[in-house]
């Protein structure tokens, strides 16, 4: 049974940083993806940023490109979310996703989810 717990959310302010880390019970199949999801009030759930293991490919949403770093422990089993140059926007609820196939962008696509972490920028 794979289980996520993210932490490291939190209150800032406008220009500060912040990394979410998520943690993975399991170790997971060799091709595999995790990633970042954040949904604000009233917003639907949107992809930040994945990381898929094979050719270490990235994606990132256009908002958070340059600002936000995804990284990935695999020894640890773990997933952060290094959080920089933090806007008003950037504030919701962040949640770790895995799959084991290659990224996509719909939610529906993860079968394995965090709780979520809240992250606020004031």
């Known amino acids: 049974h794979v289980q996520l717990v993210e932490s490291g959310g939190g209150s800032v302010q406008s220009g500060g940083s912040l990394t979410l880390s998520c943690a993975i019970s399991?170790?997971?199949?060799?091709?595999?993806?995790v990633g970042w999801f954040r949904q604000g009030p009233g917003t639907e759930r949107e992809r930040v940023a994945n990381?898929?293991?094979?050719?270490?490919?990235?994606f990132y949403h256009n908002s958070v490109k340059g600002r936000f770093t995804i990284s990935r422990d695999n020894a640890k089993n773990m997933v952060y979310l290094q959080m920089n140059s933090l806007k008003p926007e950037d504030t919701a609820m962040y949640y770790c996703?895995?799959?084991?196939?290659?990224?996509?962008?719909?939610?529906?696509?993860?079968?394995?989810w965090g709780q979520g972490t809240q992250v606020t920028v004031s």
């Open positions: 399991v170790k997971l199949e060799t091709d595999n993806c």
């Open positions: 996703a895995a799959r084991s196939a290659a990224c996509l962008s719909t939610p529906a696509s993860f079968p394995y």
């Open positions: 990381h898929y293991t094979i050719g270490s490919r990235t």
